[in-house]
């Protein structure tokens, strides 16, 4: 017998039609702001510029280079620039339920600080190449671990945003937990190699703000999938 129940989309009912053809996710960070783009498609656009300026940073912290990071900022500003424009046209008509508006109706403002982290993991890595600043090994195992791991929750994030799945939507919830456990551990970590003498105090600074704003950035995504599969659960749950 097949299954008949109804797989529910919270942002078809704000956003009628969700263009995929015209889509190609690889190149969604090259979107330009629009006033054009319905919620799903304009989040899409937001997250995957975050992701590109992950990459970004990533290659300049790996590689000791800021040849990446003007266009990082570019990207940050077009993120300030959408969430602005979403926020704004965001509005709940009569028919879509309140529950469904309450819930996401701050996801832009929740992906916008998403970027305001990756902008100050940006000025530490300015920071630290500018002043030829120098991370011990560990550091720099555990910041490029960051990074790796940043990239994977984001891209689930913007995969569930597409379709949102309450398996993908758990494990994006239980990905962002374990992500801000290993940062809680790193700084812990972190500590003992500074007071041990393992590690440069000039450095210790812009480390923990690295780590301090990938927390940031995953406790922003954990709220906002746990919201998805909220709204899918009751809604599985009428069916």
């Known amino acids: 017998m097949k299954d008949k129940r109804i797989v529910v989309n919270p942002f078809r009912i704000l956003s009628p039609k969700l263009d995929l053809e015209a889509l190609k996710i690889e190149d969604l960070h090259e979107r330009p702001v629009s006033e054009s783009l319905p919620l799903d498609e304009g989040l899409l656009?937001?997250?995957?510029?975050?992701l590109e300026m992950n990459r970004l940073i990533r290659e300049g912290f790996l590689h000791s280079s800021s040849d990446g990071f003007q266009a990082c900022e570019k990207l940050a500003k077009e993120v300030h620039s959408q969430e602005e424009v979403l926020t704004g046209a965001l509005s709940c008509s009569v028919t879509v339920p309140k529950e469904i508006c309450k819930a996401l109706i701050l996801f832009p403002a929740h992906v916008e600080r998403m970027g305001d982290y990756l902008e100050s993991i940006l000025n530490c890595c300015r920071i630290k190449i500018g002043n030829d600043l120098i991370f011990d090994?560990?550091?720099n195992e555990e910041t490029e671990?960051?990074?790796k791991a940043t990239a994977e929750l984001l891209a689930n994030f913007r995969?569930?945003?597409?379709s949102p799945n309450k398996?993908?939507?758990?494990?994006?919830v239980a990905s962002a937990?374990?992500?801000d456990q290993q940062c809680q551990d790193y700084q812990l970590a972190h500590v003992e190699r500074l007071l041990s003498g393992d590690t440069a105090p000039r450095t210790s600074s812009l480390f923990l703000d690295i780590l301090e704003s990938t927390q940031g950035i995953t406790r922003h995504i954990k709220e906002m999938a746990q919201k998805l599969h909220a709204l899918i659960a009751a809604a599985d749950s009428e069916n």
């Not at 995969?159 to 597409?162: E, K, L, Q």
């Not at 398996?167 to 994006?172: C, G, K, N, T």
């Open 137 to 139: 090994d560990k550091a």
């Open 145 to 147: 671990e960051m990074f």
């Open 159 to 162: 995969d569930s945003v597409i």
């Open 45 to 50: 656009v937001m997250v995957s510029k975050l």
């Open 167 to 172: 398996h993908l939507l758990e494990h994006v």
């Open 177 to 179: 937990g374990t992500l």
